[in-house]
């Protein structure tokens, strides 16, 4: 198994390693790899014998600890000051009716036009505005916003690669933290990031803020151009949700574990330990691949076929299990489903451009590169 393999099409290789068992080690990635959905669970629960509070984690390394890189009550102290912006209740009172305009307002910017590359003019827009309201960051340049995300998606992904990060992931924080640094002394109390300053220090609310914004804007983006592509590669299934709108969530579900957007995440074992037969030792590397999880034919039916029916989706791991499942989830839902909304209201007739490849890429964040797309535009063709 290569890094060029799990970075373009890992899933055959990760059903190849499922077949040997729910754990393997993997040299290219000096660790071992969890597949199976069951083991991946128990792994993601058990924090105590798994942990993501290590110096080698990959996002710690760029943005120092955050909710996302400590444990226990570390964990707690990072991650309560942002949670109540993003409960359900509160991310659907507050968002549901901002993002469905922006959404309406991105796709019919390019409605006319009759093709468009739909991450860059849609998702990425969508997803960034959402996190910068979110973190109370709405009147920062959203290229600025973008420029921050990217580069710290770059160093993250260099080091779970065994590369050198990016030195654009430490100009990124640096930039960030000086915005937030501005931030907290202003009278925006409102604000997610000044409400936090008041419980964190300064690095911790910069780290916080930076974990939120890569991730919720990443993969976000990528719920979005990956549920985009699936209904185009799957006409049928298209024109079943064109017919019925209440088939919607299903598709995202679906969408979202036949290829999640986040692929993969990082634990180190505290203590020797046996994962269905593998001895783990203290401080070993595991790799919870949540792709491999979400298509485990033991628990999901044609695994690799997209089916908006599914009786259980609900069971997919796309957002992670246990003390550290995904604080935007349901945002990103929000999002992706006005952009889905908006898209199948104002783009009829629309198919994948078969002039640009579609195919998704990436170690841990996965979605298409680009993703071209044209539509039926009256006196266009």
Not at 136 to 158: C, F, H, K, N, P
Not at 295 to 320: I, K, M, Q, Y
Not at 331 to 345: G, H, N, Q, S
Request: glycine content about 6%; some cysteine; hydrophobic content about 45%.
């Amino acid at each position: 198994m290569t890094i060029e393999q799990l970075e373009s099409d890992p899933h055959p290789v990760l059903h190849s390693l499922r077949s040997a068992g729910p754990a393997a080690w993997v040299d290219s990635l000096g660790a071992w790899v969890v597949t199976g959905r069951a083991l991946a669970e128990r792994v993601l629960k058990d924090a105590s014998t798994f942990t993501v509070d290590d110096p080698r984690f990959s996002t710690a390394r760029v943005v120092g600890p955050s909710m996302l890189s400590t444990d226990g009550a570390a964990h707690v102290h990072h991650r309560d000051p942002f949670v109540r912006e993003f409960r359900p209740a509160h991310a659907h009172a507050r968002f549901s009716a901002l993002v469905e305009h922006k959404a309406a307002d991105l796709v019919d910017g390019i409605r006319d036009t009759g093709h468009a590359e739909i991450r860059s003019t849609v998702a990425g827009p969508l997803a960034v505005f959402a996190m910068a309201e979110a973190l109370g960051l709405g009147d920062t340049d959203a290229a600025l916003v973008r420029e921050w995300y990217d580069g710290i998606v770059a160093a993250v992904d260099d080091i779970t690669a065994l590369r050198d990060p990016s030195p654009r992931g430490a100009e990124a924080f640096f930039a960030l933290r000086r915005h937030v640094e501005l931030a907290t002394t202003s009278h925006r109390h409102s604000a997610v990031i000044v409400a936090a300053a008041r419980r964190l220090s300064l690095e911790e609310v910069v780290s916080n803020t930076a974990v939120l914004l890569f991730g919720g804007i990443d993969t976000t983006e990528g719920m979005i151009a990956n549920l985009v592509r699936h209904l185009l590669l799957h006409p049928d299934q298209l024109a079943r949700l064109r017919a019925d709108r209440s088939l919607l969530d299903s598709a995202i579900e679906e969408s979202v574990r036949l290829e999640p957007a986040a692929a993969s995440v990082d634990r180190y074992a505290t203590g020797d330990t046996i994962l269905d037969g593998a001895r783990v030792r203290r401080g070993d590397p595991v790799i919870v691949s949540l792709a491999g999880a979400n298509r485990d034919p033991a628990v999901f039916t044609d695994p690799d076929a997209f089916e908006l029916r599914r009786a259980n989706v609900g069971r997919h791991l796309s957002f992670a299990h246990g003390p550290h499942f995904c604080i935007g989830a349901h945002l990103a839902r929000l999002e992706t489903r006005a952009a889905l909304t908006a898209i199948l209201d104002r783009l009829p007739g629309m198919r994948l451009d078969p002039r640009h490849d579609h195919a998704p890429r990436g170690l841990i964040f996965r979605k298409p590169p680009e993703l071209h797309v044209r539509w039926s535009v009256a006196n266009t063709f």
